[in-house]
């Protein structure tokens, strides 16, 4: 782990807000959470108590009851409930609803999330011109309202003060995307950077660490961000290196290379000497199911000869992208994917490579076989047929092979349209779950069911965190209830240096959670997945309650956290 230098621990501290409460018990408190099942977050065993909060901080923990006639603005009687920390989303995807969306996060919301982090691949900040006109970064132009706001040197802290500023119910924070690092400095070419371009993606990559980055998050099966080599990711790991960063990482790999990718993420980490974080950890496929285990023992042996790296997962056997992902990555060199697809010369070159059994990419229609990929989010009123089926069935139906189906889809939704890849196996979940390094994030962006207009997405949006406390905790006790709370509160903070969010303990930040145990479960499925999950009662965000009985409240007390480089240039 990077050691912070004092002065940086100083800062972050003093980024945070201002001095926690003093525990004084005679004073009147804003919320009393009385008789509740208390999980503090650690792992510790749980206990009863009563929990007070005053303003946006825990002020007071005490055994249950002791707080029954203390003066309050608010009780909330916790009995028979469970307590926990607010959760921490340690990858999430809500740009567009924190950004220019409604900004409550009502899926995220009703399953205990209180900190949503972002940053998985891209970001729209900083901007410059090819940020603005890269369609993987800004797809469909959705914040082009804002975006010029973005640019600049600090173009990474506007971002983060404009989605608190646009009001939001949850904590939002954020990595620096690799690919909008490569894409700032070099567009959407393939190529080594040269010696200036190397030079602008350190410059921007240490202004966003002072802006609050957490570190970079790559996604390196998706162009352009999958052009970068490992020494251009070991030179941006070096850059922020000083400023505490974090190298996290969808891999290159998470199924024929799925054990090499590992090492290249290790190898980024050691040489660039920051700590690691794999996304979404998965033997994906079949035939690589094997390498499930084997990648928990390079995990836990890199771990063993002193090297920092870990990683997080969600609890499906199905992962969602972009149907444009099973295109070959050099047909979106230089943003051409459609114009590739229209060439009859060049689509036949793509569809002869997405057919083929072994490729030099991550060929996910292929791992998956398109009987195994749903496709969803389809735009177009004549399309909308195919809502919820299969590639294969599709394909039938257009009387066409698979892969040249797939192209069609993309050119006719302007590569909007998206798919769920089945290609993961139970036990893998299972056993990756009861690692201690492991960590709980949903890869999904914030839903309102009201507003989906029938639109699928992966029914992780609504139901990461219930699923695992009722379906894998009560149900088939895969791994106690204290420890899933530590994965999902502070395992994450303490990974992102937030020490006074994670855990309830007095002088916290008020996110707190309560849910009930025997009824808390997911309802998304896949075919129907905007379903909101039940059992979680109530949500606190800095002392104000955004869910209450089960309901949203309206009330968008969301914060920028930032990560431990911040210089506090900016106002606090």
Known sequence: MIRKHAAVLLVTLLAGCASPPANDAAGGYDIVISRGKLVDGTGSAWFYGDIAVRADRIARITPAGLLDSAPALKRIDARG???IPGIIDIQGQSILPFTVGDGRALSKVTQGVTTEILGEGSTPAPANEQIKTAASIIPKQPLGAVIDSFAGEHGFNAWLETMQRHGISVNVGSFLGAETIRVYAKGAAQGTPSAAELDTMRTITRNAMRDGAFGVASALIYPPGRYAGTEELVEVAKAMSPLGGIYITHMRSEADAYLEAIDEAMRIGKEGGVPVEIFHLKAGGVRN????SQAIAKIDSA???GQDVAADMYPYVAGGTG?????????AEGNKL??????AATKSKMVAEMRSDRTAWENLCGLATPNGIMLVGFEKPELKK???????EVARAEAKDWATTALDLVLAENAGVGMIVFMMSEDNVRLQMRQPWIKFG????????????????????????????????REQKVIPLEDAVRKMTSAVANRLGMRERGTLRQGAYADITIFDENTIIDKATFAEPHQLSVGVKHVIVNGEQVLEDGRHTGAKPGRVVRGPGWTGWAQQ
């Not at 199911?289 to 499930?292: A, D, R, T």
């Open 81 to 83: 409930l469970v307590v």
């Open 442 to 473: 949903s890869d999904a962006d914030a839903w309102d069911p009201d507003s989906a207009k029938g639109a699928l997405t992966h029914p992780r949006a609504y139901g990461t965190y219930p699923r695992i406390l009722g379906y894998y905790v």
């Open 289 to 292: 199911w094997p390498k499930g």
């Open 323 to 331: 149907l444009a992902a099973c295109a070959p990555p050099w047909s």
């Open 338 to 343: 459609l114009d590739n697809i229209n060439n």
């Open 386 to 392: 195919y809502e919820g089926k299969r590639l294969a």
């Open 303 to 305: 771990r063993a000869a």
